[in-house]
């Protein structure tokens, strides 16, 4: 059974930091690419940031790009994304999600609000 568990998500302040893991389980987390995407629901779900297979990869949305840093334990079948500066703007609900060819894994989520 595909697992994506979401954690470390809460209400923080302006200038908080916050750090995001993912769980994964029943599936090769090796061989997927994975990402952090965040929704809200005046907006459509978009990227946030993305990981290749190795690590050695990343790629990051232009309005967290300097704050956020996505990264992978293979050994461990995590994914972590640390946030840094936090703005109002952040505030979303970040989903976890494994990509392989065209097979997409996603988690429940979970909220991240700040706010002062």
């Known amino acids: 059974q595909v697992q994506l568990e979401e954690s470390g998500g809460g209400l923080v302040q302006p200038g908080d930091s916050l750090r995001l893991s993912c769980a994964a389980s029943?599936?090769?987390?090796?061989?997927?690419?994975m990402g952090w995407y965040r929704q809200t629901p005046e907006k459509e779900r978009e990227l946030v940031a993305g990981?290749?297979?190795?690590?050695?990869?990343?790629a990051y949305a232009d309005s967290v790009k300097g704050r956020f840093t996505i990264s992978r334990d293979n050994a461990k079948n995590t994914l972590t994304l640390q946030m840094h500066s936090l703005k109002p703007d952040d505030t979303a609900v970040y989903y976890c999600?494994?990509?392989?060819?065209?097979?997409?894994?996603w988690g429940k989520g979970t909220l991240v609000a700040v706010s002062s």
């Open positions: 990981i290749s297979i190795s690590g050695d990869t990343t």
């Open positions: 999600n494994a990509n392989y060819y065209d097979v997409d894994y």
């Open positions: 029943g599936f090769a987390f090796h061989l997927y690419a």
